[in-house]
């Protein structure tokens, strides 16, 4: 497994802008597929987006398409989210996650994912 820290959270007003960071610890961080979840108060958390091995597959959340962009540094061991128009049903805890294989839309959830970040706060607000 991988450690995982995420940083870059904050507070930022409807249509701002914000880039995430997940470091990872480990020589193998350019194996695994990496992903943002995020969790509002008194939600579920759900997937946002995520990214393979090398980049070459990326996946995201309907309500984030277009608005978000997932990439990942594998000679920092480091992915990111950048996050643009921003509005106040993003507010959550966003989460970087690891698994060491790419899978299906389908099975892309909370239970794919063995490796957590403690997660970071983004809030939304004007």
């Known amino acids: 497994q991988v450690q995982l820290v995420e940083s870059g959270g904050g507070l930022v007003q409807p249509g ?51 608005r978000f962009t997932i990439s990942r540094e594998n000679a920092k061991n480091t992915v990111y989210l950048q996050m643009n128009s921003l509005n106040p049903e993003d507010t959550a ?13 389908q099975t892309m959830g909370v239970s794919a994912f063995g490796s957590w970040g403690q997660g970071t706060q983004v809030t939304v607000s004007s």
Do not use: H
């Not at 914000?18 to 997937?47: D, V």
């Not at 091995?53 to 277009?66: E, P, T």
């Not at 970087?96 to 294989?101: G, N």
């Open 16 to 66: 701002g802008s914000l880039r995430l960071s997940c470091a990872a610890s480990g020589r193998t961080f350019n194996s695994y597929t990496m992903a943002w979840f995020r969790q509002a108060p008194g939600k579920e958390r759900e997937f946002v987006a995520a990214i393979n091995a090398n980049g070459g597959s990326i996946l995201y959340a309907d309500s984030v398409k277009g």
């Open 93 to 105: 805890v966003y989460y970087c996650a690891a698994r060491r294989y790419w899978t299906t839309a």
